[in-house]
């Protein structure tokens, strides 16, 4: 689905069904396509509680001293002090409580690199009622996964294939990425009347200069940066300057971007179809405008397009 608003397109506003290889088509030559290359590592870890009720872990990120944030289900199954076996001695214990919910917690007996080798699992999003399957490991993760470091996947690059960017590369455009590590405030809706009191959760991400630099001659020749996700737009916004450049460098992003947003970096938009009340929706509607967005999603839906995970895409110019 494309939005086509530039004069040179004739001006207003529409819309466009196409198939995602067709995206060659739409990206000149010298453009820059930006991806983000985390990989999902398998941090939902099924154990049981000493009474040998089931409980599980979500590992979150490493915290300092050999210790985790995670979170857990049921939470009472991390409250201080306990823990949850994978073996008889093997355990995860919660140390403390967070500010925010989360969990801190320490392996005992494994490490957490083991513990996520031999008992982890792939923590597909929560409306996916299911355990993850031989299918999921391949289709769950981008064909450009690089660094392990995030609890979902960073969905609008899972429509890539090796073929279609050595296509892209061919024909001109410019690839790079970054890494930012998808966390699971990707899934907490928007519950406040007034979206700017919504809390996101810090997500990590990481820069190089060669991206920099990329951006910046992209900058001085015309071209377009485009963002593959909105976990690009989020890490190449909180990294703009203000002349359109970006700092390269490591840090933590708690950018939420609203209707009013003013783009420093992101030219072009590549998406899934987002839940409703979810800041991933509005992000868009900033990116493009909330009524065309909304068009666009009613269309999606007459059209039967697929949403969520594993749905299809949209392409906003």
Same mark, same amino acid.
């Given at each position: 689905?494309?939005?086509?608003? *530039?004069?040179?397109?004739?001006?207003? /506003?529409?819309? +466009?069904?196409?198939?995602?290889?067709?995206?060659?088509?739409?990206?000149?030559?010298?453009?820059?396509?930006?991806?983000?290359?985390?990989?999902?590592?398998?941090?939902?870890?099924?154990?049981?509680?000493?009474?040998?009720?089931?409980? *599980?872990?979500?590992?979150?990120?490493?915290?300092?001293?050999?210790?985790?944030?995670?979170?857990?289900?049921?939470?009472?199954?991390?409250?201080?002090?306990?823990?949850?076996?994978?073996?008889?001695?093997?355990?995860?214990?919660?140390? +403390?409580?967070?500010?925010?919910?989360?969990?801190?917690?320490?392996?005992?007996?494994?490490?957490?690199? +083991?513990?996520?080798?031999?008992?982890?699992?792939?923590?597909?999003?929560?409306? $996916?009622?299911?355990?993850?399957?031989?299918?999921?490991?391949?289709?769950?993760?981008?064909? !450009?996964?690089?660094?392990?470091?995030?609890?979902?996947?960073?969905?609008?690059?899972?429509?890539?294939?090796?073929?279609?960017?050595?296509?892209?590369?061919?024909?001109?455009?410019?690839?790079?990425?970054?890494?930012?590590?998808?966390?699971?405030?990707?899934?907490?809706?928007?519950?406040?009347?007034?979206?700017?009191?919504?809390?996101?959760?810090?997500?990590?991400? +990481?820069?190089?200069?060669?991206?920099?630099?990329?951006?910046?001659?992209?900058?001085? /020749?015309?071209?377009?940066?485009w963002a593959v996700g909105t976990t690009v737009?989020? /890490?190449?916004?909180?990294?703009?300057?203000?002349?359109?450049?970006?700092?390269?460098?490591?840090?933590?992003?708690?950018?939420?971007?609203?209707?009013? !947003?003013?783009?420093?970096?992101?030219?072009?938009? $590549?998406?899934?179809?987002?839940?409703?009340?979810?800041?991933?929706?509005?992000?868009?509607?900033?990116?493009?405008?909330?009524?065309?967005?909304?068009?666009?999603?009613?269309? /999606?839906?007459?059209?039967? !397009?697929?949403?969520?995970?594993?749905?299809?895409?949209?392409?906003?110019?």
């Open positions: 689905m494309v939005r086509r608003t *530039e004069s040179d397109w004739g001006g207003a /506003a529409r819309l +466009e069904d196409a198939c995602f290889a067709d995206l060659a088509r739409l990206i000149p030559a010298g453009d820059l396509l930006v991806l983000n290359t985390t990989r999902v590592r398998h941090a939902r870890l099924l154990g049981r509680r000493p009474s040998g009720a089931p409980a *599980e872990v979500l590992l979150i990120h490493p915290g300092t001293a050999d210790t985790w944030v995670a979170l857990g289900k049921p939470g009472s199954a991390l409250r201080p002090g306990r823990r949850i076996h994978f073996a008889p001695q093997a355990w995860v214990e919660t140390l +403390e409580i967070l500010a925010d919910g989360n969990r801190l917690v320490r392996f005992v007996g494994i490490s957490a690199a +083991e513990a996520m080798q031999r008992y982890g699992q792939l923590p597909l999003p929560p409306y $996916i009622d299911r355990a993850p399957d031989a299918v999921d490991e391949v289709r769950y993760q981008t064909v !450009y996964a690089a660094a392990e470091g995030s609890v979902a996947a960073p969905t609008a690059g899972l429509h890539f294939t090796a073929a279609l960017l050595e296509r892209l590369r061919q024909a001109g455009v410019l690839i790079e990425g970054l890494d930012l590590q998808v966390g699971p405030g990707t899934f907490k809706p928007v519950e406040a009347d007034d979206p700017r009191r919504h809390e996101m959760h810090p997500e990590r991400y +990481e820069i190089g200069p060669h991206l920099a630099r990329a951006v910046e001659r992209a900058r001085a /020749a015309g071209k377009r940066v737009v989020r /890490a190449l916004e909180s990294a703009a300057l203000p002349d359109g450049s970006i700092r390269d460098g490591t840090a933590e992003t708690r950018l939420l971007i609203l209707p009013g !947003y003013n783009f420093r970096v992101v030219d072009r938009l $590549i998406t899934n179809f987002h839940l409703p009340r979810s800041t991933l929706l509005m992000l868009v509607c900033a990116f493009a405008d909330r009524n065309l967005i909304l068009r666009a999603y009613r269309h /999606a839906v007459a059209a039967k !397009y697929r949403f969520y995970s594993y749905g299809d895409a949209m392409v906003i110019i």
